[in-house]
């Protein structure tokens, strides 16, 4: 398909995304256009002018390909297809037009670390004997101990439990994530073309770019014997690039390789990394130029609503953006974390999963002071220099679903941990559109997750005639944004009170937040939005202002 076809409305600007707003889709829970109680791609075809109302340069799709889900998508059968549960490559073209035409671009979740368990080669992979060609595009190993019945290393999933599953004829295969997730191996020439073709099949139909899943983890030292390394945690990671899993100076070939073939298209395709490396100077080695050209900074997303911590976070986030060349990126929810509306009103240093496993009553939410420091966070974050991730439904200011009953629990993490961890799903129920309808507008049929009596007084109907609501907040925030981003810096206002976070953007712009509990006078200017009313002319607690200085 000619990728010109889905031009329409864009800009030809080849930097796009270095100060984009980009909002992530978990499809299955978006829209459902077929009444089956699973989201769908003419589900989101159907919800664009929605997407153009909250003012947003791109969608983030999560994976939409043939999967099992023994891990919510990111298990899949086939690269270059859509499940069919999701729709056809027919319905995948109609929502690029349609996002295009109002000047929507689309990134799409690519996931090379590895493959769903039904995926062609690993069909094949079982069916060869050991040391066949068809094995060696996974990782296969014999076993330890006198009768190899014991894995290969101490390797362990990221889900809990070892990453090692054997096979009837004896041999282990590695798994990073489920068993139903078999990791490919990256020194295999045959992975790496096909991962190539995978991109231009996706570029070539008019994708603008890739979200990179594991990126950190594809590349890994297979050199016998293997490695010790009894943790999952790629946190602990060796800043050299030396790890046997996380992290490999190795993995940037593959990259290199990846940027020449973005860069065969005008304008070059975008790509960010999910990269969970040790050190800000070893992230910043995945958004070079001659890489993937930008990696998700998720500091915020971790941090506790505390200044300082804030301001440390921003500082050296945008030092390692100078380094890479890249823009930084932002982010404060997604489909694999608590909802920051939720995290915010819970104590600092809180187990979330021991949160989740109490049904989010240990302790009780404070969803006031929650929702309040989310929306303050938000416009704080929307007034970076850089690209803000927004994650699907944080605009209604939903909150974590912590209640789930164990008997509709999805999320692996649940089985491959023994029931000690309750897992994601609480962030990924379906959205609500409207008050009335049966299952709030998603669907006519019962959701894939149930959604909480709750949801109805949060939904985008209820929310679309509220000029007050979080909704319209992000709205008029975008829109803002859009007219006031000029260049990628900042300069910090000092003042006397060590909570208030305030800087100065290009322009005269101003962000202030009040993280105390006592009031702040704004700067002087035009106040043209806060994330909740001024008493008095002073900005509450938990409040963010954006000030324009009079010219």
């Not at 439904?393 to 993490?413: R, T, Y």
């Not at 900042?490 to 003042?495: I, K, P, R």
């Amino acid at each position: 398909m000619n990728a010109e076809f889905h031009q329409t409305g864009l800009s030809p600007d080849a930097d796009w995304w270095r100060q984009a707003a980009v909002y992530q889709i978990y499809p299955r829970s978006f829209a459902d256009s077929n009444e089956d109680g699973l989201g769908d791609l003419p589900g989101i075809t159907a919800k664009v002018s929605y997407l153009q109302s909250l003012g947003i340069e791109a969608v983030w799709l999560s994976p939409f390909y043939p999967s099992a889900l023994a891990d919510g998508g990111y298990d899949v059968d086939d690269y270059r297809d859509v499940d069919p549960r999701l729709g056809t490559l027919e319905d995948f073209d109609e929502l690029l037009a349609a996002l295009h035409q109002v000047g929507i671009r689309l990134i799409v979740d690519i996931v090379p670390n590895h493959s769903s368990n039904r995926h062609v080669w690993f069909q094949e992979a079982l069916a060869a004997p050991p040391g066949s060609a068809a094995r060696e595009r996974y990782i296969f190993r014999d076993g330890t101990g006198p009768d190899g019945s014991q894995p290969p290393s101490d390797w362990l999933s990221h889900f809990g439990g070892s990453a090692w599953t054997r096979v009837p004829d004896g041999q282990w295969y590695l798994h990073l994530f489920t068993p139903e997730q078999p990791d490919f191996n990256w020194d295999n020439p045959e992975v790496r073309e096909d991962f190539l073709a995978t991109l231009r099949f996706w570029s070539n139909r008019g994708v603008d770019g890739f979200r990179v899943d594991v990126a950190h983890g594809m590349a890994k030292d297979l050199s016998e014997p293997l490695r010790s390394r009894p943790t999952s945690d790629p946190h602990v990671s060796p800043d050299d690039g030396t790890d046997p899993l996380f992290d490999r100076d190795d993995v940037h070939i593959i990259f290199a390789e990846w940027r020449k073939v973005l860069n065969e298209y005008d304008p070059p395709r975008a790509a960010v990394a999910e990269a969970w490396a040790p050190t800000a100077p070893r992230r910043a080695l995945y958004a070079r130029p001659t890489g993937l050209g930008q990696a998700f900074n998720f500091d915020l997303l971790e941090a506790n609503w505390e200044p300082e911590t804030f301001r440390t976070i921003i500082t050296t986030n945008l030092a390692e953006a100078g380094l890479s060349g890249a823009s930084s990126t932002w982010v404060l929810s997604s489909h694999d974390v608590v909802r920051h509306a939720s995290r915010y009103g819970l104590p600092p240093g809180i187990d979330f999963q021991a949160w989740l496993l109490s049904g989010g009553s240990s302790p009780a939410p404070d969803r006031n002071v929650g929702l309040a420091r989310a929306r303050a966070a938000t416009l704080l974050m929307l007034a970076l220099p850089g690209s803000s991730y927004l994650y699907q439904g944080e605009e209604l200011g939903l909150f974590e679903v912590a209640d789930l009953p164990e008997s509709v629990l999805q999320d692996p993490i649940w089985v491959r941990t023994g029931h000690l961890e309750k897992g994601r799903d609480g962030c990924r129920v379906p959205l609500p559109w409207t008050t009335d309808a049966p299952f709030f507008g998603f669907s006519a049929a019962q959701p894939h997750l149930p959604q909480p009596a709750w949801f109805g007084h949060l939904s985008a109907a209820s929310q679309d005639a509220d000029p007050d609501s979080t909704l319209q907040l992000y709205r008029r925030a975008l829109r803002l944004r859009k007219r006031l981003q000029t260049a990628e810096k900042l300069s910090w206002v000092s003042g006397p009170r060590p909570d208030v976070l305030h800087f100065l953007r290009p322009g005269g712009w101003h962000s202030i937040t009040n993280f105390g509990p006592e009031p702040v006078t704004p700067p002087e200017g035009d106040c043209v939005i806060t994330s909740g009313p001024l008493v008095k002319g002073m900005l509450p607690a938990d409040t963010t202002a954006w000030v324009v200085a009079d010219s």
